[in-house]
């Protein structure tokens, strides 16, 4: 089951206003997810839908209940996520209404809980690639299908917000090797390689953060414009890229990685120390790993 994670209305812009499908409210010992699960059939895939700020995007990045979210979509079957996120560009060749499939990413959130391991076992897990390759992979061979360019790999630059950055941050963010400024990838991504589901994101480029210069001559009310007008565009473009994607993986799914199994090394709890409490409160993301011991 693939699982999309994006904005408001994201499954009518993917399928169609006929979406149908049936929407699951998913309690989680972590609390309540940003919004019900969408639960649809395409080309034979099941899909699982979700917006992350809510309906009418209500919550802001640093409010997201990230763990919520992926425990939910976990709960209900999901094993793979394309997510989607507009970002600022640091870069020049990385232009308004670019979509940018990332490979890496720096962490400079601060407010967030980062994992769901924060008590009664210890946990490591592998997150060198923080990306799925495979599921990367899947999006770049549909790169044709969008009518932009898409870029094959980034580092993404997670700041906490909501405030964007200051012109000396974004300069900063570009000495360190960042390509795109974002709020929303982490710790979406670290949570789902904790809970042993494939990650990738599609980012959507609509401006150039504010390392570069505005058109002196737009008014605030103009860039505004400009930007809402980039975000459009590239969502448009990256709802082909996903829609397309998807149709691949029903004639070609992925099969298993060794992202389905990053527990089997990652825990360092001895099983037999792990109390009732414990285990119910993580419940179905230790499921497996208590099966493999």
């Not at 976990?74 to 600022?88: F, H, P």
């Not at 964007?164 to 390689?193: N, Q, Y």
């Not at 504010?210 to 737009?218: E, Y």
């Amino acid at each position: 089951m693939i699982g999309i994670i994006g904005g408001t209305g994201l499954g009518e812009k993917l399928f169609g206003e006929e979406l149908g499908g049936a929407e699951f409210n998913v309690p989680t010992p972590f609390g309540e997810p940003s919004g019900p699960i969408r639960m649809v059939e395409w080309h034979g895939v099941q899909v699982a839908l979700l917006a992350r700020h809510g309906e009418g995007h209500m919550i802001s990045p640093s409010q997201v209940n990230y763990r919520a979210n992926i425990y939910a979509l976990k709960s209900l079957g999901v094993k793979y996520i394309i997510a989607s996120g507009a970002v600022g560009s640091l870069k020049n060749e990385i232009e308004p209404r670019h979509l940018v499939i990332p490979d890496q990413v720096i962490d400079k959130t601060y407010r967030r809980t980062p994992t769901f391991y924060d008590e009664g076992l210890a946990v490591h897990v592998e997150f060198a690639e923080p990306f799925c390759p495979a599921l990367r992979k899947l999006l770049l061979s549909v790169a044709d299908c969008a009518d932009t360019t898409v870029h094959d790999g980034a580092t993404y630059v997670c700041m906490e917000g909501p405030a964007f950055s200051t012109v000396a941050e974004s300069r900063m963010h570009r000495m360190w090797g960042g390509d795109l400024i974002g709020m929303t990838c982490m710790p979406e991504a670290k949570l789902a390689r904790e809970a042993e589901i494939s990650y990738a994101l599609v980012a959507l480029a609509t401006d150039y953060d504010c390392w570069k210069p505005h058109d002196p001559s737009l008014s605030r009310q103009a860039l505004l414009s400009e930007i809402i007008g980039h975000l459009k565009a590239a969502t448009n473009n990256a709802l082909d890229l996903i829609r397309s994607a998807i149709e691949i993986f029903a004639r070609e799914p992925i099969g298993e990685t060794p992202i389905h199994s990053g527990l089997d090394l990652a825990v360092w709890t001895d099983p037999a120390e792990l109390t009732p409490d414990v285990v119910d409160q993580y419940g179905i993301l230790l499921e497996r790993y208590i099966e493999f011991r």
